[in-house]
Structures are given as structure tokens and as C-alpha cells.
């Protein structure tokens, strides 16, 4: 092409010194610099989670025991595995963490999504209601709890007050004693504390949906109903597939709500009261670890495979 | 005598209120006599967090507290990092608590802590109403029952809809194997596992004991009580919504208080027994104090320790904040009997208090405790009968009571 | 007969009134254009007539039926959206389906629509794609699709090419006004682009501030101009002012200055007092260079355009008086004129062309001679 | 027929607003009670009574915890948004290998759970001498906040258009003066979220909190509550439980009801996109 | 003398190169445009140039020294942005000041600077605003201020008008060649809006999929393009092309047929063989209603468009037989010329006016006669 035989052929000066070049990549590299920002995090993570979490790996294949952590301890293989996969409370205490995490996580979806459609609406006094619904987020779990097991006493809980006055129910139902009610009444305070963060999420998602998509969707159709199946729920699924990760992770390693209500109790404790109890008060050590990286394992895998499970949606909208 | 060096003490005593306050001036009067300062740290309200909290410490060999104030059911799991009393107190001093609480604190021929304040299940009813239709206390559980029964239906009938029989701590955690052991016990079911170590717990009288008791949920007991513990309790009796309860004798003074429905209606008996004239039995509950093996003062804190759980100290304590003495003794001083005059009864109770299978068990009695709790509360809910569950307990403690050497 | 009717409709977001007690009848079969700048509410209007927004006063007819209470699905208008709106998660198929569905309409039926618009618009290869794997032209050819396959009473366009580059803009254009006839239908068609209101539209609407400034046919608004505000605003180049002043001459007649030297003379119905400023407009493509003109505009070339097929120049007037303010006029000439940066230059032109509008800005009647 | 759906609606947001609220409502009923009156159900306290509240605000220890509370989680805050924004810019805008699995890595912390580290840290904890301080609490909570904290402002930083980024780039930014000198002053709403979301999420924390601290004056808020008892062990003091905990939880609605609209926003293009 | 020069430069991402072994010279204190449709390469060899993608091969040099390891910053080039890209949190000021800083200039210094950029774009009053507080137009000259107080030896504009509308753009064009020539800078200027090449540029260079296509002055690029896709891509309305077939004549001689009846006859050096397809480009303001032109083209007027001042035809050609596609062309007559749609209508041209394609679309050099 005659536009290369009007190229001058300069010499190719000599490229600047090594110093300056490594100083001058030292500067501007992006990558170096990436690395060094990197830095706080992982050495923060590694320090704080990275060796606490190896330690535990190492111990799960150990016989040790909490008032002997630092004496010798013997390495036992896959013992505590074993031990822990053949014992029947583990599977309980496993179904029991599913059932919770999934009637819990499905319920403040459903939740969470009426909410920040309500949210989504123009009218006097929203703010007013968003503010009211990040109220319960805004109590620590532990007090929340508290603040359950009063109201589902039996006799001068406020709960049965109000269902009988309202006649829901004849007589004061004990919410926390049979396991069948106690599971529906530990998922109500989960779903109560955390559905505003459902909802936030949510709500930012459905404001992100370009305000022209519904008018024109208003022109195609009459019915809201449809409107809110074929348009709006399509477009905001990414955004509740994030919001259920982040809820599931939490509610998988639902803790300290299971020990204030109800305390260790094997049929219907979850995995980390199960955990817990192995690790604190019966001073297995090696089992509770092992019990610790099942359940890591557990949610890891689960994890891995819903983000796999929602990857096309996400590429969609 | 320790003299005033360097030394400085931390001491794990109560939490906040009533009980801080005392161990506090008990600590202040040794203080000043030794003029060795003592750091008092208040632990968490819920022994499970106390207990693991107080793991974590030992087990890091910490030096940060030097005295513990321990559970009765916690020598056993403590005590390799417990400093060991028997060199340092006479056997005389030692005779002075009462045996089962001295027993309860030796592990393997150590005594590992001594006995500060002692406790047991004690029988609350409702003198009022018992006056009221003419019943006396029962004696036995069986007539416990049908007393309860008799009131409850008469109360509904005449109203009062929400009476019930009998509450007691049915929630799953330490608290209802206490409630068992005593039901247990007092047929002569044993005591879960026995001090040569061997379980029992699956035997007919126990059996039978836990049958009864479970066939009143939902009759006279209010179901709820499956997820009561001392609190929830006293709120239900408190509020005259129970005949009877089963609780511990701090009860007494919060239900006679100002404001409280059943004020100067109640009375306190002891526990009703399986058979006529069989044992009645109260679980022994209760505190002790012991200095950690990791303590860079042991002197001054065994000092302390002394000091605390002497005669005097403990009388104070009774007097002001009617804590039951260890010390047999007090129970018949007049200036104490003054201030309670409860302690007339509380005497027997606490002297033949059953201890719990800790000290036998040892590091594994949490995991017995637990075990036994939930098979009990299976039965109580209804969820499984009482002979499979004491059948599957049996097996699980057997799994691993080692040979009944733990 | 007309199909759409606004009476005295007015429009206010909380306190501010955004459209002012306007009214307007819109043809049937015809294609009604709404120019007007950015801001002046020709988008509101439309969305009015959708019934996407409430008017808060007036009434809106459709077919001779009064619409202010009929949700907009049913009032039987089909939109095209600047940003065309696809549903995203939709293919092309879907997205105009969506649509027919809720209107009810029987499988095959829907099929029909959906094949022969598709077909109209050259999108039948596309029907499997999502939005995002088109390129803008067609994009905007499914949105228009959307509109068509309802056959609406009414289409209503919002500046549907103004995210297309120029070429493509051109091609659209076309197209738009093909269909359009073939189909006989009626549209709005919001633009600020004043390239696609002269070419599209069968009538024009000129609007300022939420108010109507001025209606009728493209070339009418073009060359009669009712105020110098509608002047500006049609034609690129812009049409150059230029100021001047009035001295009445005799009865209907006057003399109006505005460069040293020779004024122009011209009569007039309009009573004014002598020394009136005014300013008087021409369309660049009505400059020449031609010393024969009766117009002539000195000043120095200040910018050359060359576009390949014509030039634009940018001349810097000489000023009768320093107190007199810069005025610089473009000139629509030849491609390959001859004339350089900072020489001087005479413009010419023909009085006839060019219109006289008082300080306030309205037209004064006047013919040149 | 607009008339049934307004009144409709407004019905369900009272739903709403009912069940969000109700149970604060009630612990500030009980906070007011006292005596055996806390064993009754009144839906407004027929005599109330400040007592508990006074109780608890002349424990000194509780106030002290309170400032505890207030000094970590800020620290928490503070620190986890400082290095999190850092990161965050690697993580959104350099393309580097190994990206994705330092991002996976960073997630799967938060898969562990919480009982699984505390004796690996309290023994770091002690190593570090940081055993019984309010900055060894401070450091654990990194462990809790970092991984979505990184999240959130990853997913933002992604948001801010490139062009920005290499405007600064010719003016002769290194990384530094971009991540502070362009992009800080962009994030504020991703920093009001991600920094009450750490805030809270420290400020409830009770495990660490109970384990890692000693002496009262070293408590935080969920701890004081737990400590909270009556005249004896068994006794639970439900009237000052539920004043404290209405006290403590104010803040945190104050908190929130301030940074209500940059949460929503933040989280837009935060967690949303990211 | 050179100011920017590309020497075999090449640019993957990833796998995929989208600039293929280009050379290039740019001289300096001239403003070179490169045109292309989207995705040919335009911004990223420009950001290659700026250092914000580094070359995959090839050197590139500023004032003869080879940047290819300079950081951006350092290689003096001022780029302003499509979307302007100013720091939202600083006011203008600020925005200008920034850059400078990290010159490390001294104070005084910097501020003279910014005060006389501020003067030349007229933003001294608004100095101390936020961008968001400014219109397109303003934001537009405080992204070219940013680059400006840096006085860098290259200015580099990245499709700096396409987020203005019509009106604001024309205003900004004559903003920016004035401002260029009074400073006399290089620039290197990327657009796809083919007036804004054409009027700004000293020199042009077609690109196409990341390959030099043609470069050169605007109007010798407009007139004698040297294929196909660069006679297409320049003017707009875009050139005509209606196929036809050679006829071999007499020695270097030829006719070209394309409708019915008579061909045109015309002489070329080069060589084909008799009944090549070939296509001829007439642009729309060669064809005129004039009988007496050699070239004519009979066809069937489909659209008219009126623009004021002009009006563009539409004409679907009569097929030379049913076999042959459908061609249509565009003219561009006078505003008041008379024609109806769907009336059949002759257009002429002059046959020196219009260029020979072959199929694989470079030019055949020919001269009509
Ligand atoms: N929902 C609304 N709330 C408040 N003001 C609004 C709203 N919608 C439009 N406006 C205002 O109404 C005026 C007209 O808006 P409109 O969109 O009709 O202008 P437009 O003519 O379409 O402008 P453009 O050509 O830029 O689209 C604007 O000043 C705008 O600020
Ligand atoms: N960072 C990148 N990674 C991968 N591909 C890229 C990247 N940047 C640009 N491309 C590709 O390079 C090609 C040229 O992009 P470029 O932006 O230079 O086109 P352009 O001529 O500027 O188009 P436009 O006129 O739309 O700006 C496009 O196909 C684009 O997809
Ligand atoms: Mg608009
Ligand atoms: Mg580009």
C-alpha cells in the first residue's frame, strides 16, 4: 500500500535505561499495582481466616481435644469422618440446616420481591415504609432472638395473645417445643430479620430495569399480572439469583439464632449447632473440626454448583 | 500468711446484679486484710458460654483468671488444669461442706475446687389453692399428679381457663437433665450412669419414672414447658397459671416479691418422692471455686479461695443474698434462719442431694448430659416413646463410656 | 375526518406546568410531525396521547372517543421509543408477540401478523435473535415491528433514529416514510432533527415551550415562518440574521438599513415608526456571488467548509459601527468556489427571499421590490 | 375502581410496616415494664415504668460496652472499606491472571463456618497479644466483613466508565492518585452501604466478641446483653434485656434511616451488577 | 515533517487482530481524520498512539522518537473523549488544573494556563461549576480545555461531537477548526460522521476492518475514490452505483452498458475481457433533469424527499431485464422542481462525473468521452 512507502525509517533509539524502565513500570504497571492493592486483603484474609481454616483442616484428621489443643495430638485419619458420617444426629441436624435454609430462603424471596415491588411504586409516605422495613435488619441477631422466644412463650407470649384474639387459634399454641412448629417458628424469625435485605437487593435490581420497557410492555398489555411475569420477573432473576446466593450462604451457617430459641437440641439443631456442640461442650476437637469442613464442603459445593445453575440467566439481561 | 508482694488476682465470680455485688464485698474485705488486689471478672449469664469460654482460657493455658468460680458439673472436665486443694486445706476444714458436694469435686483423688454455695430442685405449690379444696402436699409423684389434676379442672371450670398443673425446665439443655435425674432418682432409677461407671439408665423404674411424667404433657403439663427453663418457669407460676413447679430455690424470693400475682400464696416442699416412703430426691446443683494450674499467684488465690468458702464468709452470704452455705453447719445458725427460714427444710434436700454422673464421666459428661436430655425430651414430646429412647440412650453411652472406665 | 383530537389539554408535573392549555387536530393517513428544541415537551404530548401520562387538564380523543379514562393498552396506539425498549430477554419473535397474545388473538393469526411484518421490515432472518445480537438499524426495525404487527389506530414515533449513525439515519428515513404511505396509516413523530420533519412529514408542529408555535405543511413552515423562532429552528445551516433598521419611506412603503450604503426598499402594510430595529433573515442557500443582486452583504471570510458536493462559508459582517455587535452569516455555494480565509467578500441576494422580524421576534408582512 | 386499589394497597404496605415493626414495638412494651407485669400481656404498657432503662444506664459497664460497640465497628468499617476499595480496584479493572480465583477465594471465606476459626484465632489472637483489646476484636471482625465488603464495591468500581479511569491515566495518575483522587470521591454511596453493612454486622457479632474479650470494660454491646442478670443465675432480668436492647438498636435505625437512599443506590451498582 | 508516525503497527485482543501490519504518517500542524464504519479499528489505533493499548508489533513514534515503552503520560499527547470523560467531582477548573499537577509546573504557571485555555473556549465564567451543572456544548470545550493547558505536541479526538445534538454540532465543528488552525497544533481526529471529515480535515484516512483503505485531502478522497467501499463510504447522500457490462470497442476503447439502449462509450489502459459485470458510481448531485446529457437514467420516482432547500428523488431504475436485481438511486434537485411520486422520470448525468467499479470493487481507470 503506497501509504507504508511513505513511512521514514527512523533508527529505533536506544530503549531507556533498565533502571528507568523498572522504575517507570514500578509506577505505572497496572498489573504490579494490582498485586500490591491485593495485598492488604489476602495477607488480612490469610492471616485471620487462611490460618485459623488450616488449622482446622489439620486437626479434623486429629484425635485432639479443646483442653488439649497444644499437647501432643495423634493424627487419625479420616476417623473423625468416619465417626461423623455413621452418626444419625449429623444427618438430622444436616436435613434440619436444608429444610430451614430452604423454606427460609424461598420465603424471603417471595417476601423481599412483594416488598420491593411495593418499594418500586411512587406514593406518599415511602420512605417512611423503607425505613420501616430496614428495622429488623438493623437489630443485632442475638437480641432479635431474645426478643422471639418472648413472644412465642406460651402463656405470656404476645404471639399466642394476639392469634387467639384474633381467633386464629383456641387455645396458646408452645411454638418452640415441638419440632414441627418450632422449624415454622425459627424460619419466621429468619425471615423476618432478613427479608429487608432481600428486598433492598431486589429493589435495586427492579431499578435498574429501563422505565421505557414498562410503558411499552403498558401499551403491549392490560393485565399487570402479565406484565409482571413476561417482563419485570425475567429481567430482575439475575438480581435475586445474587440476592439468594448471598442469603443462602448465611442461612446454611445459621447459628446463634437455633442457640438462643431453642438451644442444642439434636432434632432440630443444625449443622453448626452440631458443630458447635462436638467442638465446645463435648471437647472433641478433631470431630467438631471435621464437622466444621463437612459443612464448608457442603456449602462450598452448593455454592459452585448454583452459581453454575444460574451462569446463563446472568449472561441474559 | 501471703504478704502484700505483686502479686495480683482475677477472679471469675457471678455475673452482674445481687450475686456480683456480694462475691465483690467478700473479695474487698480479703483485699484489704492482705492488701493483694483482685480483679473481678464477671462471666456469661449462660454456663454453656461460661464453660466454653473458661475451655478456651485453659485450654490455651491462660493466666488471665486465676480463680474460677465452676459448676458442679465441671470438675470433671476441668480438672487437669486445676490446682489441687487436698496439700493445701486440712481434712478438717474439708469435712465441714457437705459430702456430696466435696465428693463432686474430687477427680481422681484430687479436689480439684471447694464448695461455695450449693443447690437443689425444690417443689413449688400453691398453698392457697391446696387450702382452697381442702388437698394436702402431695408426697408422692403419682398423687403430685392427680392433685394438679383435680385443681386444674376445678380452676378451668370456675374460670380461671388457662390453669394448668405443673410446670418445670423441659427445654433441652442442662437444665431438664437435672428435672430427669431427680424423676429418676427418686424411683430409684439410678443415676444415669452409675459411680463404677456403668449405665444404668435403661432400667424399669426409670423407665417407668419418665413414662409418668411424660404422659402429663398436654393434660396437666402446658406443652410450652418442653421449651421452659427456670425462667419461663417461674413467669407461668408466677403469673398463677400453675399449681406446681419444679425450680430452684432462688425462685422463693422473686415470687414472694412486690407485684407478683401468687405473693404469700406459695409454698416450698421438698421434691415428691417415686414410692410412699421412697427417696426423694433434688439434684445437686451449685458452685465451686478453684484456681487454675496456670496461675502466677497460686498462693494468694488458694488464699482467697479459703477465704471465700470460709464459715463466715459463707454465713455473710447467706444473710445477705441467702445463698446456700456448703457448710452443713450454718443451716442450723440462728442469725441465718432468721434471715431464711426456709433453710430448716433446704437442709435435707441439699445433704442428700443426688450429684450428677460428672465426676465419673469426667470430660465426657457434656456429651452423656446432652445425650440423656434429648432422649428425654423425645419422650416428654411425644416423638418417641420412653423404652426405645432409653434403649437407644443406653446404647449411644455404652458406644462410648469406654468400657465404663470413660 | 380527524383521528387524533387534544382539546385544551394542559400538563403539569407537581407544580410546574409543562404544557399550556394546547390543542391540536391530528389527520388520519396523515404523518404529523412534532419538532420543537429539547425540553419543550413534544415527548410529554406524546406520552399524553398514549395515556402513559395523565393530562392534568383537557381531553384527548381517539376516533372520536374520549380517551382520558381508557389505559393506554386499550386505546389502540402503537410507540416506537427512542430507545426502542425491546424486551431483552425476548427474541425478535417473542417481542412482537408479546403483544398479540394479551390482545387474544387465535395462533395462526398471530403468526400472520408476525411473518408479514417481519417480512415488511426485512427482519424474517432475525426472528430467533435476542435484542442485544442486533445491530441498531434492526433494533429499531423491531420496535417498529412491535407497533405494526398490533395495527394500531395510531402510531406514535419518539424520536425513533436518533441512536443511529448518520447513514444509517438516511436509510431509515426512507423506509419509515415507504411504509408508512404503503400501510396508509397515522403517526406522530417526535424528532429535533429537522432533516427527518421536513422529509417525513406531511404536516408539521412547531413547538416552543409546551406551547404550539406554528402548523402546516414542511415547505409552508419553511418559507413563511410566522416568527423568527420557527425561522431558526428549520433549515441547517441555521437561516442567518441579520440586524437592521426601518425608515419609513411613503404611504406602504419603507427603506430598511442595515449595512453601510444602499438600503433596500420594500412596502408594507404594517404601521411602525421610523428607526424601529429589526432584523432581517435569509437561508444560506439563498447567498450567492452575484455583484447583480440587489442584496449585498460585505464582510471577511472567516471559515471555508468544503463539503465535496457544496462549501460552506462563514463571512464575519462589517460592522456599520463599532457599538454594533459581531454578525456572522453561512453561505451555501458551489463545492469548488474559489475563495480564501480572511479575504473579503460581497454576498448577494435576492430581497424576495428574505423575511423582516421585529425585536420581539414575530414576522413583519412586507414585500420586497 | 382506583379507589379499592389505593385503599388496597395502602392495606398491604400497613401489612408491611405491621410486621416489620411489631416486634421492636414490643421490646420497647416490655422495656417499659417491670415486675410481674412482664409476665402479662398488654398491647400498651397500662403502667409504665423507666426503671429498666435507668437500671441499665446506671451500670456504667453498659455504657462503656456501648462505646465498645461504637469504637470496633466503626475501626471494622473503616478499615475493611480502606483496604476493601483497594482491592476492588485490582479485582474490577486490572485484567490479571488468576483473577477469578482470587475473587472465588476471597468468597469461600465466607462459606466457613464462624465456630470453625474461633480456636485457630483465639490462639492468634493471644499470639499476637491482641487477647482481651478492643483492635484484636477489630481484626477478627476483617474475617466476617472483607469477603462481600470486596464484593459490593467490586461490582461498583466495574460501574465507573473506563474513559474516566484513562482520562487520569494521560493527566498521570499511577493507581494510587486514580483509586483516590478519581474514583474515592465517585463511590461515596458504595461506601454509606458497604460501610453500614460491615458497621452492622460488627456491632452484632456475640461469638468472637464473647470469646476474644475478658474484662467488662472490654465488652461489646451483644456480650454486655448476655451478661445482663438478675439477683441470681437463673434469674433473667427480661425488663433491662429488652430496655438495652432497645437502646442499642437505635443507633443502628438512626444508622440506617440516614443512609437509606445510598444503600438502595449502592447496592444498584454494587452487588446488583457486580 | 512528521509528526506521528505508525510503522507496521499491529494490535490483537487476545486472539483476534483487529489492526493488521498499518503504517501511517501524520504531519504535524495539520488535523488528519480517521473515518471508518464502527468497529474498523479507528479508537483503538488512536489509543495505541495515546499508549492506552500497547501495539502487539510495530513502532510507533512521536517527533521521530519511538514511544512504544513511554507511559501515556509521558508521550505529550492531550486526548479528549467520545463521552468527555470529566472528573465528576471537580469543578472546571480543577479539571484542567489536574493534569497539570502532575506536570509538577509552578503555580502561577499553572494558573495562567488554565486562565488562557478558559478565555479561547469561553469557559471563563463557568470555571468554578461542576460538569453536571454544564450543557453538552460547555462540557464539550472542558474536555478539549484538559488536553489543551497540557500543550501537547499531538491532539488526539475520539468522536469528540457524536453526544451532541444536530444544531450544537454544527457549531462546535467551526468551534474547533478555527480553534486548531489559530494553534496550530497536530490532531488526529476520529469520526464516522463524514461532514465532520470532510469539513475538518486537512487529511483523511479511510479505514476499513483495521486496514488503510485510502488517505488523502478530503475532496481528492471525494472525487476519485480509489474503490467501492470508500466512494460509498464518503458523501450523503451516498453515491449511486448501478451495475452494467462491458463491451470491448476498439483498441483502448469501451462501452459500458447498463439499461436499455444506448451505452457509453469511453477509452481505459486497462485490460478486461468483453461482458465483465461492472458497476458505475454517480453521486446524487450529478443527476439532473437535463434531456440533453449523454448519461440518462429512466426510472419510476418512488419517494421525494423536500428539504427546504433542496429536494432528494428517488428513482427505481427500469430493469434492463427481469432477471436483474431492483436498483434505485437518488437524486438531489432543486427544492421547487415538480415531480410527482410513481411517475415514470428520466435523470441525466454527465459521464466525466462517474466512476467504474469492477465486481471486486477497485476502480477502473477510464475517462468517458
Ligand atoms: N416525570 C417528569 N417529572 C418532572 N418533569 C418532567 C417529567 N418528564 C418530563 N419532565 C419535564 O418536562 C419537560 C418536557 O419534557 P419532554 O421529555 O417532553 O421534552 P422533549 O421535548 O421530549 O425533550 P427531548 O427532545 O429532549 O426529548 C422537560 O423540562 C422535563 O424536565
Ligand atoms: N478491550 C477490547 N477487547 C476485545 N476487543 C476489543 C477491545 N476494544 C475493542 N475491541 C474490538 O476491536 C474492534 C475495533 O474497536 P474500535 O473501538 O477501535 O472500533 P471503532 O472504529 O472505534 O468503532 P466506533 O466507531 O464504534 O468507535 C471492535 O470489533 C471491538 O470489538
Ligand atoms: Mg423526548
Ligand atoms: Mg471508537
Redesign the pocket.
Known amino acids: 500500500m503506497e501509504a507504508t512507502a511513505s513511512v521514514p525509517v527512523f533508527p529505533i533509539d536506544r530503549p531507556a535505561s533498565a533502571f528507568k524502565r523498572w522504575q517507570q513500570w514500578l509506577l505505572y504497571s497496572r498489573v504490579f499495582w494490582a498485586w500490591v492493592f491485593l495485598a492488604p486483603t489476602l495477607i488480612t484474609l490469610v492471616l485471620v481466616a487462611g490460618r485459623p481454616l488450616l488449622g482446622t483442616f489439620y486437626l479434623s484428621f486429629t484425635d485432639a481435644e479443646l483442653l488439649t489443643l497444644d499437647d501432643s495430638v495423634t493424627w487419625v485419619g479420616f476417623k473423625n469422618y468416619a465417626a461423623i458420617l455413621s452418626d444419625p444426629d449429623w444427618w438430622v441436624a444436616l436435613r434440619n440446616t436444608l429444610v430451614f435454609s430452604f423454606l427460609s430462603v424461598v420465603l424471603e424471596t417471595l417476601l423481599g420481591l412483594g416488598i420491593a415491588l411495593v418499594l418500586n411504586e411512587e406514593f406518599r409516605g415511602r420512605s417512611f415504609l423503607r425505613a420501616a422495613v430496614l428495622v429488623p435488619w438493623a437489630i443485632p441477631t442475638v437480641i432479635s432472638a431474645k426478643m422471639w422466644t418472648w413472644m412465642y412463650n406460651d402463656m405470656y407470649g404476645v404471639i399466642n395473645a394476639g392469634f387467639m384474639a384474633l381467633g386464629l387459634t383456641s387455645e396458646p399454641v408452645a411454638w418452640l417445643s415441638s419440632p414441627s412448629t418450632a422449624m415454622f417458628a425459627l424460619v419466621m424469625v429468619d425471615v423476618w430479620k432478613t427479608t429487608p435485605f432481600m428486598a433492598l437487593l431486589i429493589l435495586a435490581g427492579l431499578q435498574l430495569i429501563p422505565k421505557d420497557v414498562y410503558e411499552a410492555a403498558k401499551l403491549d398489555s392490560g393485565s399487570p399480572f402479565r406484565i409482571f411475569f413476561k417482563i419485570t420477573l425475567p429481567l430482575i432473576q439475575p438480581t435475586i439469583a445474587i440476592a439468594v446466593i448471598f442469603r443462602a450462604l448465611d442461612a446454611l451457617r445459621v447459628f446463634d439464632l437455633f442457640y438462643v430459641l431453642i438451644g442444642s437440641k439434636v432434632d432440630t439443631g443444625t449443622v453448626t449447632i452440631y458443630a458447635r456442640q462436638r467442638l465446645m461442650e463435648f471437647q472433641e476437637f478433631g470431630v467438631g473440626s471435621a464437622a466444621s469442613v463437612l459443612i464448608f464442603l457442603f456449602i462450598g459445593s452448593f455454592t459452585l454448583l448454583y452459581l453454575w445453575a444460574v451462569r446463563p440467566q446472568r449472561d441474559e439481561a | 500468711q501471703p504478704t502484700a508482694n505483686a502479686a495480683e488476682l482475677t477472679i471469675s465470680c457471678g455475673s452482674n446484679g445481687l450475686e456480683r455485688q456480694i462475691c465483690q464485698s467478700g473479695i474487698d474485705a480479703w483485699s484489704k486484710k492482705t492488701g493483694v488486689p483482685v480483679k473481678v471478672f464477671s462471666s456469661p449469664n449462660d454456663s454453656n458460654d461460661r464453660l466454653a469460654l473458661y475451655q478456651q482460657l485453659l485450654g490455651a493455658k491462660s493466666a488471665d483468671i486465676d480463680i474460677y468460680q465452676i459448676d458442679v458439673v465441671w470438675p470433671g472436665i476441668l480438672a487437669k488444669h486445676l490446682l489441687d486443694f487436698e496439700t493445701q486445706v486440712s481434712a478438717k476444714e474439708v469435712s465441714e461442706h457437705i459430702k456430696g458436694a466435696i465428693a463432686n469435686n474430687r477427680v481422681d483423688k484430687r479436689l480439684v475446687a471447694l464448695p461455695w454455695f450449693t443447690d437443689g430442685g425444690v417443689l413449688y405449690y400453691r398453698a392457697d389453692l391446696l387450702k382452697k379444696y381442702g388437698l394436702s402436699v402431695p408426697s408422692t409423684w403419682e398423687e403430685m399428679g392427680s392433685v394438679a389434676k383435680v385443681i386444674m379442672d376445678k380452676e378451668r371450670a370456675s374460670g380461671a381457663t388457662d390453669t394448668w398443673g405443673y410446670v418445670y425446665q423441659g427445654r433441652a439443655y442442662e437444665g431438664l437433665t437435672c428435672n430427669a435425674l431427680e424423676w429418676v432418682a427418686s424411683f430409684g432409677g439410678g443415676s444415669v450412669v452409675e459411680p463404677d461407671g456403668k449405665v444404668s439408665i435403661n432400667n424399669p423404674k426409670a423407665l417407668k419414672a419418665i413414662d409418668l411424667i411424660a404422659s402429663w404433657t398436654g393434660s396437666i403439663v402446658p406443652p410450652g414447658t418442653l421449651s421452659y427453663s427456670e425462667e419461663e418457669a417461674r413467669g407461668a407460676f408466677q403469673t398463677g397459671k400453675a399449681v406446681f413447679m419444679r425450680n430452684w430455690p432462688y425462685a422463693w424470693a422473686l415470687l414472694n416479691s412486690e407485684g407478683s400475682t401468687v405473693k404469700g400464696k406459695v409454698g416450698m416442699a421438698p421434691l415428691p418422692s417415686g414410692e410412699k416412703k421412697g427417696p426423694r430426691a433434688a439434684t445437686l446443683g451449685g458452685w465451686s471455686l478453684a484456681v487454675s494450674a496456670y496461675s502466677k499467684a497460686p498462693k494468694e488465690a488458694v488464699d482467697l479461695v479459703r477465704y471465700l468458702t470460709s464459715a463466715e464468709e459463707q454465713k455473710r452470704r447467706a444473710i445477705e443474698g441467702s445463698f446456700n452455705p456448703t457448710r452443713f453447719a450454718l443451716y442450723d445458725n440462728k442469725e441465718v434462719l432468721a434471715k431464711n427460714p426456709l433453710f430448716k427444710d433446704l437442709k435435707a434436700v441439699f445433704l442428700n442431694a443426688v450429684p450428677r454422673p460428672a465426676g465419673k464421666t469426667g470430660a465426657k459428661y457434656n456429651r452423656v448430659s446432652a445425650d440423656f436430655w434429648n432422649a428425654v425430651h423425645q419422650a416428654l414430646s411425644g416423638t418417641e416413646k420412653a423404652g426405645p429412647s432409653l434403649k437407644r440412650l443406653e446404647e449411644k453411652l455404652t458406644s462410648y463410656s469406654n468400657g465404663g472406665n470413660w | 375526518m380527524a383521528s387524533v383530537v387534544l382539546r385544551n389539554i394542559a400538563k403539569k408535573?407537581?407544580k410546574?406546568e409543562?404544557v399550556h392549555d394546547l390543542s391540536l387536530v391530528v389527520e388520519s393517513n396523515a404523518l404529523t410531525v412534532f419538532v420543537?428544541p429539547?425540553?419543550?415537551?413534544?415527548?410529554?404530548i406524546l406520552r399524553c396521547i398514549a395515556g402513559l401520562e395523565e393530562v392534568s387538564s383537557g381531553d384527548v380523543f381517539i376516533d372520536n372517543v374520549r380517551v382520558n379514562d381508557v389505559v393506554p393498552f386499550k386505546r389502540g396506539v402503537g410507540m416506537v421509543f427512542q430507545s426502542y425498549a425491546l424486551y431483552p430477554h425476548m427474541n425478535v419473535y417473542e417481542n412482537m408477540r408479546f403483544g398479540l397474545l394479551s390482545l387474544g388473538l387465535p395462533k395462526a393469526e398471530i403468526h400472520a401478523r408476525i411473518e408479514k411484518a417481519a417480512e415488511i421490515l426485512a427482519l424474517t432472518p432475525y426472528l430467533q435473535r435476542k435484542p442485544k445480537q442486533l445491530s441498531g438499524g434492526q433494533r429499531q426495525r423491531v420496535a417498529m415491528g412491535r407497533a405494526l404487527v398490533r395495527q394500531p389506530k395510531v402510531f406514535l414515533f419518539d424520536?425513533p433514529l436518533s441512536n443511529l449513525d448518520a447513514a444509517l439515519r438516511t436509510k431509515m428515513r426512507v423506509e419509515i416514510a415507504r411504509l408508512r404511505k404503503s400501510l396508509g396509516a397515522t403517526a406522530i413523530y417526535?424528532t429535533?432533527d429537522q432533516v427527518e420533519a421536513m422529509t417525513l412529514a406531511d404536516k408539521i408542529v412547531v413547538l416552543r415551550a409546551g406551547r404550539i408555535e406554528q402548523q402546516g405543511s414542511p415547505l409552508d413552515v419553511y418559507h413563511n415562518p410566522v416568527n423568527r423562532f420557527v425561522a431558526s429552528f428549520l433549515g441547517s445551516p441555521a437561516m442567518n440574521f441579520v440586524p437592521g433598521r426601518l425608515r419609513s419611506g411613503g404611504a406602504k412603503s419603507a427603506q430598511l438599513e442595515f449595512q453601510k450604503g444602499n438600503p433596500l426598499e420594500f412596502s408594507t402594510n404594517a404601521s411602525f415608526q421610523s428607526g424601529t430595529e429589526v432584523e432581517f433573515g435569509i437561508r444560506p442557500e439563498h447567498l450567492t456571488i452575484n455583484p447583480d443582486l440587489r442584496g449585498q452583504l460585505q464582510g471577511k471570510v472567516f471559515a471555508v467548509e468544503k463539503l465535496g458536493d457544496q462549501a460552506l462559508v462563514h463571512l464575519m459582517l462589517d460592522r456599520a459601527n463599532d457599538s454594533q455587535a459581531e454578525t456572522t452569516v453561512v453561505a451555501r455555494l458551489p463545492w469548488d468556489m474559489k475563495c480564501e480565509v480572511d479575504t473579503d467578500l460581497s454576498l448577494g441576494f435576492d430581497p424576495d427571499r428574505c423575511h423582516l422580524f421585529e425585536s420581539h421576534g414575530t414576522r413583519l408582512e412586507s414585500s420586497f421590490h | 375502581m382506583k379507589w379499592v386499589g389505593k385503599i388496597a394497597f395502602y392495606f398491604l404496605v400497613t401489612l408491611i410496616v405491621f410486621y416489620a415493626v411489631f416486634p421492636f414495638y414490643w421490646a420497647v412494651v416490655t422495656s417499659l415494664k417491670n415486675g410481674a407485669d412482664l409476665f402479662k400481656v398488654e398491647w400498651i404498657p397500662t403502667s409504665p415504668t423507666l426503671v429498666n432503662y435507668r437500671s441499665i444506664l446506671t451500670t456504667d459497664s453498659f455504657l462503656q460496652s456501648v462505646l465498645n460497640s461504637v469504637l470496633v465497628a466503626g475501626a471494622t468499617s473503616l478499615f475493611a472499606l480502606l483496604i476493601a476499595i483497594l482491592s476492588s480496584y485490582s479485582l474490577s479493572r486490572v485484567r490479571f491472571r488468576g483473577r477469578s480465583l482470587v475473587l472465588l477465594t476471597i468468597l469461600s471465606v465466607s462459606m466457613f463456618p464462624q465456630i470453625a476459626v474461633l480456636s485457630g484465632m483465639f490462639e492468634l489472637i493471644r499470639w499476637l497479644g491482641l487477647y482481651n483489646t478492643l483492635s484484636g476484636l477489630t481484626f477478627c471482625y476483617m474475617a466476617l466483613v472483607l469477603p462481600f465488603t470486596v464484593w459490593v464495591m467490586r461490582g461498583f468500581m466495574k460501574s465507573i466508565p473506563k474513559e474516566l479511569e484513562e482520562a487520569a491515566i494521560l493527566d498521570g495518575c499511577g493507581p494510587t492518585r486514580i483509586v483516590f483522587q478519581v474514583f474515592f470521591p465517585l463511590m461515596k454511596p458504595a461506601l454509606a452501604t458497604t460501610g453500614l453493612l460491615a458497621f452492622i454486622a460488627a456491632w452484632n457479632e456475640f461469638l468472637f466478641a464473647l470469646t476474644f474479650t475478658l474484662s467488662s470494660d472490654k465488652r461489646t454491646v451483644p456480650v454486655a446483653i448476655a451478661m445482663l442478670s438478675g439477683g441470681s443465675q437463673f434469674e433473667l432480668p427480661w425488663g433491662n434485656i429488652m430496655a438495652a436492647s432497645v437502646i442499642v438498636t437505635l443507633p443502628l435505625i438512626g444508622l440506617v434511616l440516614i443512609f437509606q437512599k445510598h444503600i438502595v443506590s449502592g447496592l444498584t451498582s454494587g452487588a446488583v451488577k457486580g
Open positions: 408535573f407537581g410546574v409543562i420543537g429539547s425540553g419543550c415537551g413534544k415527548s410529554t424520536e417526535v429535533h
